[in-house]
């Protein structure tokens, strides 16, 4: 038995696969139902060995350029069976020791200054420039552009509801009166800058380090005729001055870098007024610190890091901020990645129209394995609200968030 054939046996302990290798050798790893079994070809005779070293970007960078393939099931859900299997485990002894290399060699080497951080978050959201715009327009929701986990309060949720939802749920928890003045660090495309202007008649600054985004966030804002309460600016979030009653940040805490954290946490405090409320929405990791995903480190989200509770918590203590409440989305980013994986796959020419079939296979790759681990391993989504003091939000009770 070839050692990559040994391997994927010991992987399934529930279900498995049939492995054809490069000289059309045929093995039957774990227990597949042989009647229609997930079949996976290896296309080249090195993966033989890369498989074995560093399976955890081996394997996507092999699905990328066509040198795998699986036949009887799709990619989501040969990879839902793989994460099912391993759980929080490491899938390769030596896989775990190069990606505690690597960690080691970011914590020494990244450094997410305002230049890099503005580099990094170009590479993903502006990528393939004007043109590469429409990629979002393929897969995220119609209405509110939301490229962030939602909230599925319903199993039967749409995709576009469940970003209402989850819109809803952080208006609520930062408790926004009329006609306060509110800052969205990371605002995206919009989404929540204009539904906080719309629902409680407030002036919003949103800020993002993309061109693509402040861009479309202008114009939509004059589409809305909400021009004259949200304004948008390409600028980093330590460059920002002022004082405003409420703070948000949706999904941009990941790109801050783990050496930055409590200078985020600081410039909160410093920008936020004596009764304001601040509310983090971040993908986060239930295990402690760890080494990121080289697959998405490399090609999707350079620069970026899922931090752990811990390592959340320690800055915001250290910055004065007060933790008045925290919630953990279990079972939701999950589900909206595969609502995005679907309508994706549902317009893949569309997207091989804009870059190629390789950008395809990657995209495709990079949201069915983040939907396998928010499923089977260690990402959750951690909401937390920060105040400056216990006046600032009602005691004793959370029913304005629920009401």
């Known amino acids: 038995m070839s050692s990559v054939a040994r391997l994927f046996t010991k992987i399934f302990k529930e279900g498995g696969i049939i492995l054809i290798d490069s000289d059309n050798q045929k093995y039957i790893c774990g227990k597949p139902n042989m009647s ?6 290896l296309l080249k005779k090195n993966l033989n060995w890369k498989l074995i070293i560093n399976p955890d970007l081996s394997f996507p ?7 795998i393939v699986i036949e009887n099931a799709n990619l989501t859900e040969f990879l839902n069976l793989v994460f099912k299997n391993i759980g929080r485990k490491e899938v390769t002894i030596p896989s775990y020791i190069i990606k505690k290399i690597m960690h080691l060699w970011r914590v020494v080497s990244n450094y997410n200054f305002p230049g890099k951080s503005q580099k990094d978050i170009q590479h993903h959201y502006d990528i393939g420039g004007e043109k590469g715009e429409k990629l979002y327009d393929i897969f995220l929701d119609e209405k509110h552009r939301q490229y962030s986990c939602a909230y599925f309060k319903n199993t039967d949720d749409t995709l576009e509801q469940a970003q209402q939802n989850k819109l809803d749920h952080i208006i609520k928890k930062l408790h926004i009166k009329e006609g ?19 629902q409680k008649k407030c002036e919003v600054l949103g800020i993002s380090l993309s061109n693509n985004q402040i861009n479309y966030c202008n114009q939509k804002a004059k589409e809305l005729n909400l021009d004259n309460q949200v304004r948008f600016e390409l600028i980093d979030y330590r460059h920002v001055k002022g004082k405003f009653d409420r703070i948000v940040s949706v999904g941009m805490f990941e790109h801050i870098g783990k050496k930055f954290y409590k200078v985020f946490f600081k410039k909160i405090n410093e920008l936020l007024k004596k009764d304001g409320i601040s509310l983090l929405h971040t993908i986060g990791s239930i295990n402690q610190p760890q080494p990121t ?16 509770f811990s390592e959340i918590l320690k800055p915001i203590e250290k910055t004065g901020l007060i933790v008045s409440d925290t919630e953990t989305l279990i079972r939701h980013y999950d589900k909206t990645l595969n609502e995005w994986l679907k309508r994706f796959n549902a317009k893949k020419t569309e997207a091989k129209d804009i870059f190629d079939d390789q950008f395809v296979r990657m ?30 939000i009602p ?8 009401s």
């Open 363 to 392: 995209w495709e790759f990079y949201l069915a394995s983040c939907s396998a681990v928010f499923k089977y391993r260690d990402l959750v989504v951690f909401q937390l609200q920060l105040v400056k003091n216990f006046d600032s």
């Open 293 to 308: 995903a080289p697959f998405i480190q490399k090609y999707i989200f350079p620069g970026g890091v899922v931090p752990s």
């Open 395 to 402: 005691s004793n009770r959370r029913d304005y968030i629920y």
């Open 61 to 67: 960078e092999a699905y990328m350029k066509g040198e």
């Open 36 to 41: 229609k079994p997930i079949t996976i070809r």
């Open 180 to 198: 306060q003045k509110i800052l969205d660090i990371g605002c995206g495309w919009g989404g929540m800058a204009f539904e906080i202007a719309r």
